[in-house]
C-alpha cells in the first residue's frame, strides 16, 4: 500500500474532491485498517497525519470527522502537515475551582504518615468502613432525605456505581426504561452488561411520561428504571416534584426498581430526590467526581436496605470496589467541611459560567437551569449536529453532538451540549462567542 502519507494523500483528495463531506464520520481505525489491508498501527498513522494537516478532527468516544476547511486554508491543508491550536474542549465537564488544591492537600497530610499509610493502602469492602458511611451519609443528606448509613456502598466512580446498580437488577437480555435522551456512558454499560435501554417520552414536566412508561412495561416487563431527575445531563432538566410522586407511585405499583442519578444534583439542593418518594424501590448514584475532582473520586450507592447484599456481591464481582485510600481522603474531607466549601465554589462558579452563556447565545435556543455546568442548544435550522460539531472543531472547539445523548438512533436531535466547567472562564467566553458566530453564519451550502 506505499507510505502511510500516500494513504493520507488520497483520502485528503477524497476531501478535495467532495467526495468526503464535512462533517461526515471515517470508518473506525480498525475497520479502515481491514479494508485497505494495512496494520492498525498504519492506520493510525494515516489518522494522525490527516489531523496534523486539519483536514479531520477526533472526538474521543465518538470517532474522526472530516472537517470544515477553510478555503483560505485548503490547498496547505490537503498536503503540509501543520499543527493545530489548542482546541477548547466544551465536552469535558469537570468543575475546578481557583484554590481547590490548596484546600485539598492538607487533609491529605495525615494519610502520609507510614502508620496511618498502612491502613489506608488495604483493601475495603464494598460497605465501606463505619467512618466512611457516617460520612456519606451526612454528605448526601437533605431535607427531605437522610439515608441512612448502613444502606451505603462505596465504588471507585459513580460510572461503576450505574454499572453495579444495573448487574445487580438486571440478567443479560433485560430491558432498563431510560430517557429518550440519557447519560451516554450509560448506553456503554448496558452494552457490556447485554442489558436493552428502552427510551421512554417526556415532556414539560421533566422526566418521563406515565403513559410512556406503563406502556413499555406492558409490551414487555422493565427490569428497571434509570433516572437523572435533577438537572438531567443533557438538558439540566429537574423534574417536577408532582411528577416525582407520580412516577414514585407507578413504579412501586408496578415493581420496578429505579436506578437515580445524583450526580449533579449538588447544585440543586432545593430538589427532593426520587429516593425521598420511593426508598424501597429506588438506588441512589452519587460520587465526588464533580464537588471535588475526577481524579479523587468515590462512587457512592444508597439502597434498599433489602439490597444491600446482592448490590454489594455485584461491586464486588464488577472489580468495581473503591480504593481505601480514596475513602479515607474522601472521610477527612467531609469531616473537616472541605466539600462543603468546594460545592459552594463550584454553585457560585457554575452561576458566572450560565452568565456567559446567556450573554453569548441569547439570541439562541439554548435550554438550560441557571445552577447547572452545561446547556443544550438546539441549533438553528439548517444547521445539523454532525456538521455544527464539525464546523466547531474547526475552529478549534469540541462540543457534544446530541447524537451522543439520543438512545433511539433514528430519533437523533440537531442539538449540541456545552460542557461549561472544565475551560477557564476567559477560554469559555471566547468559544462561546465563536460558537455563536459559526452558528449565525450558517453551514455551508454544501452541507445542508
Do not use: C
Request: cysteine-free; charged content about 25%.
Amino acid at each position: 500500500m506505499g507510505d502511510f502519507r500516500d494513504i493520507a494523500d488520497r483520502i485528503a483528495g477524497d476531501i478535495a474532491s467532495g467526495r468526503l463531506r464535512p462533517g461526515q464520520r471515517l470508518p473506525p481505525q480498525r475497520w479502515f485498517a481491514r479494508r485497505h489491508r494495512i496494520a492498525p498501527s498504519t492506520a493510525g498513522r494515516v489518522y494522525g497525519e490527516l489531523v496534523r494537516r486539519g483536514l479531520v478532527v477526533g472526538e474521543v468516544g465518538r470517532g474522526t470527522f472530516v472537517r470544515a476547511v477553510p478555503e483560505r486554508e485548503q490547498g496547505r491543508a490537503l498536503t503540509e502537515p501543520r499543527t493545530l491550536a489548542p482546541p477548547v474542549n466544551l465536552e469535558l465537564n469537570y468543575p475546578v475551582t481557583a484554590g481547590q488544591s490548596e484546600l485539598l492537600a492538607p487533609a491529605l497530610a495525615p494519610l502520609l504518615r507510614p502508620d496511618v499509610l498502612t491502613d489506608a493502602s488495604r483493601a475495603v469492602a464494598a460497605t465501606g468502613t463505619a467512618a466512611a458511611r457516617e460520612a456519606a451519609a451526612r454528605l448526601l443528606a437533605l431535607p427531605g432525605w437522610r439515608p441512612a448509613p448502613d444502606r451505603f456502598l462505596f465504588t471507585g466512580n459513580a460510572r461503576q456505581a450505574i454499572a453495579a446498580a444495573f448487574a445487580s437488577l438486571v440478567r443479560p437480555g433485560g430491558r432498563v426504561g431510560v430517557e429518550e435522551l440519557t447519560y451516554p456512558l450509560v448506553k456503554e454499560i448496558a452494552g457490556r452488561l447485554g442489558v436493552v435501554l428502552v427510551p421512554l417520552d417526556g415532556d414539560d414536566e421533566g422526566g418521563v411520561r406515565p403513559d410512556a412508561l406503563r406502556a413499555a412495561h406492558r409490551t414487555a416487563p422493565l427490569s428497571a428504571l434509570y433516572l437523572q431527575p435533577t438537572l438531567h445531563n443533557p438538558t439540566s432538566v429537574t423534574t417536577t416534584d408532582r411528577r416525582t410522586r407520580e412516577l414514585a407511585r407507578i413504579t412501586a405499583d408496578l415493581g420496578i426498581p429505579v436506578v437515580e442519578d445524583r450526580i449533579w444534583s449538588f447544585l440543586h439542593p432545593d430538589a427532593v430526590p426520587f429516593a425521598a418518594h420511593a426508598p424501597e424501590l429506588t438506588h441512589v448514584v452519587d460520587g465526588l467526581s464533580k464537588r471535588v475532582a475526577p481524579g479523587l473520586t468515590v462512587g457512592l450507592l444508597v439502597v434498599p436496605e433489602a439490597r444491600v447484599e446482592a448490590v454489594g456481591a455485584a461491586v464486588r464481582s464488577g472489580g468495581w470496589s473503591a480504593g481505601r485510600f480514596a475513602v479515607e481522603a474522601a472521610v477527612r474531607w467531609v469531616r473537616e467541611g472541605i466539600v462543603e466549601r468546594l460545592v459552594e465554589d463550584k454553585r457560585a462558579d457554575a452561576a458566572r459560567r450560565q452568565a456567559l452563556l446567556a450573554e453569548a447565545l441569547g439570541g439562541f435556543r439554548a435550554r438550560t437551569d441557571p445552577r447547572a455546568y452545561f446547556a443544550w442548544w438546539e441549533l438553528p435550522a439548517p444547521w445539523r449536529a454532525d456538521t455544527f460539531t464539525a464546523a466547531a472543531a474547526a475552529h478549534g472547539i469540541a462540543v457534544t453532538p446530541g447524537t451522543a445523548f439520543a438512545v433511539d438512533p433514528r430519533r437523533t436531535p440537531d442539538a449540541v451540549r456545552l460542557g461549561l466547567a472544565s475551560a477557564p472562564e476567559a477560554e469559555l467566553r471566547r468559544a462561546l462567542a465563536t460558537l455563536a458566530a459559526v452558528a449565525a453564519a450558517g453551514p455551508p451550502a454544501d452541507t445542508r
